[in-house]
């Protein structure tokens, strides 16, 4: 995996002078900017960082680095070798199947958790969502359709408030995220097809079904290209 110039910047994550609780709210901001970078496809996969080298770019040292991606390794969403050298792992064909029906079993049963929650307020911020997606498409901004197309899915998941679930499904966002931000760069945007107008055609029609028929064909849409892609990697085509 490899990190972009100024890949995480929002600027360096301020080292607390503080005890724990400072330490703690480093720890947390590092996490954040690891998991954004995973999961807008940031972190390149095939290529490799240290520990070190990540704690400078974040500005932080490197403790607090060493504990978030010991803890993402846990996730199966990172490496970290006994060299400190940290990288995504390979994306095989039995692992993307192993992810593919994980995803169809969890999401569209946590969307269907979620609806009795979500409200027409809630169908009206997801439209925006979407329409931002819609741009992103079109422009072929890949970057940006994966922050939102993350934004929209969990939207709707986290108004399940499920404990359980919702960090499962998180989990198998951040395995996959990374190879598909590398198919879009392949193969655009412009091919994906938008489900989420049937989605939110579903919650503002209260249709439990609806919904978890629109969830699980959009992950069957944006999953096939990278399936593809994994399929001719492994016949050498």
Do not use: C
Request: cysteine-free.
């Amino acid at each position: 995996m490899a990190l972009r110039q100024s890949a995480l910047q929002s600027g360096p994550v301020k080292e607390a002078s503080g005890p724990s609780t400072s330490r703690g709210a480093t720890r947390g901001q590092v996490d954040n900017a690891v998991r954004s970078g995973l999961l807008t496809g940031r972190f390149i996969p095939g290529k490799a960082v240290t520990i070190r080298g990540l704690a400078a770019e974040l500005g932080v040292s490197p403790m607090p680095v060493r504990e978030v991606l010991q803890r993402l390794a846990a996730e199966n969403a990172l490496e970290v070798k006994p060299n400190g050298r940290v990288q995504i792992p390979d994306m095989t064909p039995a692992r993307f199947d192993e992810v593919l029906k994980a995803r169809l079993l969890l999401e569209p049963e946590l969307a269907e958790l979620a609806l009795p929650h979500l409200t027409s307020k809630d169908a009206k911020d997801l439209q925006s969502i979407d329409d931002d997606i819609d741009e992103r498409l079109t422009s072929g901004d890949a970057e940006a359709y994966m922050r939102l197309n993350h934004a929209f899915h969990f939207r709707i998941y986290r108004a399940s408030g499920s404990k359980v679930l919702l960090p499962l499904i998180d989990s198998l966002w951040l395995q996959f995220a990374p190879f598909m931000r590398t198919v879009y760069g392949r193969v655009g945007t412009a091919s994906l097809e938008d489900r989420h107008k049937e989605a939110i055609r579903a919650i503002e029609d209260q249709d439990g079904a609806a919904l978890r028929a629109a969830i699980a064909a959009d992950i069957a849409d944006g999953m096939g290209l990278l399936g593809k892609e994994i399929l001719s990697n492994a016949s050498g085509g």
